[in-house]
Every structure is written in C-alpha cells, then in structure tokens.
C-alpha cells in the first residue's frame, strides 16, 4: 500500500480549516506569522520556483527551516494546480500559529480542487494526492469574490 493510499482525504466534503485558520481567512484576524507573496497576474512556470523561494525566506525568517522542505512540496503543487485549473494564481499566503503552518493559495476559479486517482502511467493527477500525504488537513472555501481559496496545513 502507498502512502496515498493510507491516508484518508482530508479535504473531503465537509472540511473545514483549523479554527485558527478559519479566524483568519473568513474573520480577517491577525497572526504574528503572516506572509503575502502577489503574483500580479502572473501564470508562467517560473511562478513556481519564484513560489518556493519565497517559502524558503519566510520560513528562515521565521526559525521555521525544519519544515522548508515539505511546505516548498505543498506550495509547489497547490500554486501548480492555480495555474493548470485555476485560471491563474493571485497569492500565496504563509501563516504560522503555535506548532502549525499553513500554505494558503487563491486562485480565480470557484470550482472545487479534485483529488483525482491517477492511472499508472499518468503524467499528472498526482499533486492532491501528494498534499493529502504530506499535510495534516487541507481544504478549500470560495470567498464572496467568487475566488478559490486552498488551504493545506503541515505540523511545523
């Protein structure tokens, strides 16, 4: 058995954000750890290297590096996916609270983020599955702008 297969889909209907996470992504609360990266309308590959640096700065700078790693992995694929199905990628956001780190992408599609099962021989279709593995939830809410918001949590 994979790993894919051994762990249950976290972001099946019905899931929903840490309450922390919730406070600020639907309350607009603050968090001490809070970082932005705009991509001003960009939707070319090197988003995502771009993407992965910016992970590797804010998490240095946060005394977070343990989990650098494993959050460039989540952001890859979350920032991939608003690219590939998204309609292009608007921001990734990096929040920190206590033990936690949360990747949080907006997108300019409403429609749900599908964790697909991939044949074999698939060269895509593998990315959710990928965050499912690596995260301890993740999920998505569309906000009143009628943008996707994905969200994927990782134990720092």
Not at 82 to 106: K, N, Q
């Amino acid at each position: 058995m994979t790993t894919f297969d051994a762990r249950p889909q976290a972001a099946a209907a019905g899931a929903r954000p840490p309450e922390w996470l919730a406070s600020v992504l639907l309350g607009g609360l603050p968090t001490p750890c809070d970082a932005v990266f705009p991509f001003h309308g960009l939707v070319e590959p090197a988003c995502v290297s771009s993407a992965r640096r910016f992970v590797d700065r804010t998490l240095a700078g946060w005394g977070s590096d343990g989990v650098a790693f494993e959050a460039q992995l989540v952001v890859s694929e979350l920032v991939t996916n608003a690219m590939r199905h998204g309609g292009g990628i608007d921001e990734l956001r990096l929040l920190a609270y206590g033990t936690e780190l949360a990747c949080v992408v907006t997108d300019r599609s409403p429609a749900a983020p599908v964790a697909v099962r991939p044949d074999l021989f698939a060269e895509f279709g593998r990315g959710l599955r990928l965050v499912e593995a690596i995260c301890t939830t993740w999920g998505w809410v569309v906000s009143s702008t009628r943008r996707k918001v994905v969200w994927a949590v990782l134990a720092a």
